[in-house]
């Protein structure tokens, strides 16, 4: 089975700072990762993810995640956030030839604050 | 164009009645799912359709039942309701069964209060 952890539960950042996003997953095959945003009262949508090759990914809004094996992290960072950013963020894995399950971490709070 | 829409957005009702959400998407995609998010914001599977077939349930009450009537459609049905089915329920798609690389999309939630 797959499991996914996100230390920080909310990450408070001042607008146009750096901010990072943990994430640790465990699985006993290869996974696929996904960063998924929630804006509030809304759903899901897909921030970028990795499915293989380059492990730095770029995804959508200047985001960015870093896929590493060794520590099983898959980090997500950046480098100068907005307001607009403030939301709910989600790590989730799913198994290579698991079929469609995705398993999601618990969240992390981004709150974005002048 | 809305990709994936559910209807009701917010449903409160009373411990012991029995409720229905529906969920629609227009994108042509093979796979459907339900999600539950709690209070704490921990998001879980609880059934995935493909094609309107069941493919999987993750041990769920039998209080709950999915219907799919078209590939398109899922809709949950929750008998009895009880306190703690309390939370905001997802619905999403995805292009095709076993795509454990495909992206799903979600629905804006529906939010359930039993009271």
């Known amino acids: 089975a797959q499991s996914v952890t996100q230390l920080d539960s909310q990450v408070p950042v001042f607008e146009e700072a750096p901010v990072e996003l943990r994430c640790n997953y465990s699985?006993?095959?290869?996974?696929?990762l996904f960063w998924y945003v929630q804006y509030p009262n809304q759903g899901l949508q897909l921030l970028l993810k990795y499915l293989s090759g380059s492990t730095l990914v770029k995804g959508i809004n200047g985001f960015e995640a870093e896929f590493n094996k060794s520590q099983t992290s898959f980090h997500l960072r950046k480098p100068s956030v907005h307001i607009s950013d403030t939301a709910e963020y989600f790590c989730?894995?799913?198994?290579?030839?698991?079929?469609?399950?995705?398993?999601f971490g618990t969240g992390t709070q981004l709150k974005v604050e002048l | 164009d809305t990709a994936v829409s559910q209807t009701p957005k917010y449903l409160v009702t009373q411990m012991g009645n029995d409720k229905s959400i529906k969920c629609e998407q227009n994108l042509g995609h093979d796979t459907m799912y339900w999600y539950k998010q709690d209070s704490k914001k921990f998001l879980k599977i609880m059934f995935s359709y493909n094609n309107k077939e069941l493919i999987i349930n993750e041990t769920v009450p039998n209080r709950f039942s999915p219907k799919s009537p078209d590939k398109a459609h899922l809709n949950l049905h929750i008998n009895s309701l009880e306190l703690g089915d309390s939370a905001v329920y997802f619905c999403?798609?995805?292009?095709?069964?076993?795509?454990?690389?495909?992206?799903?999309?979600f629905g804006p939630g529906t939010r359930l209060t039993v009271l």
């Open positions: 989730a894995v799913s198994r290579t030839g698991g079929g469609n399950k995705l398993t």
């Open positions: 699985s006993s095959v290869s996974v696929y």
């Open positions: 999403a798609s995805s292009h095709r069964q076993g795509g454990s690389t495909d992206t799903q999309y």
